[in-house]
């Protein structure tokens, strides 16, 4: 995929809704071999998806083998909207709390005394912080209206060959 046909996909506005939510699934294959997908907090930079996670995470360990990663960001209604990315994750160990972080954060329901308590908690729990940054290298954007996962794509198109004949 060309990075103009992602940066057109990234710039939709559903898309760039998506890309304002609070959590992605990251997936990655851990040392172990088998697959992990895990819910992560993460926020876009207008080129990056940047998550953060503690210097001792276990995925860092796979992530450093083998940096290869799928995102995926969805809605929780019917039909689902659906942004799918994927990307090679690069790390950065950062001393201290990163920006994006307490960013990636900001949109959760707190009043200002609980987000004052929140990070205060932070501050004191970690010395510093694994900075993850994927940037993307293929986007899909599944609406149901106007495109659907490749498979349902086929379908539709073998239905309607079915009907012209």
Not at 3 to 31: G, H
């Amino acid at each position: 995929m060309q990075p103009n046909e992602i940066a057109d996909i990234l710039d939709r506005p559903l898309s760039r809704e998506l890309l304002s939510r609070d959590l992605t699934r990251l997936a990655y294959v851990a040392e172990d071999g088998t697959p992990r997908a895990i819910p992560i907090a993460f926020t876009w930079n207008g080129t990056r998806i940047v998550m953060c996670t503690s210097k001792n995470a276990p995925k860092l360990s796979a992530l450093r083998r083998n940096p290869a990663v799928a995102l995926t960001i969805d809605t929780e209604v019917h039909p689902p909207k659906i942004l799918l990315i994927r990307g090679r994750a690069e790390l950065e160990v950062v001393d201290g709390i990163p920006d994006e972080y307490l960013q990636m954060n900001g949109t959760y329901q707190m009043t200002d005394e609980q987000r004052v308590e929140w990070e205060a908690e932070v501050r004191s729990l970690y010395d510093g912080m694994v900075r993850i940054a994927v940037t993307p290298t293929w986007a899909k954007l599944i609406d149901f209206d106007t495109t659907l996962p490749s498979a349902v794509e086929e379908l539709v198109r073998q239905r309607a060959e079915r009907r012209q004949a």
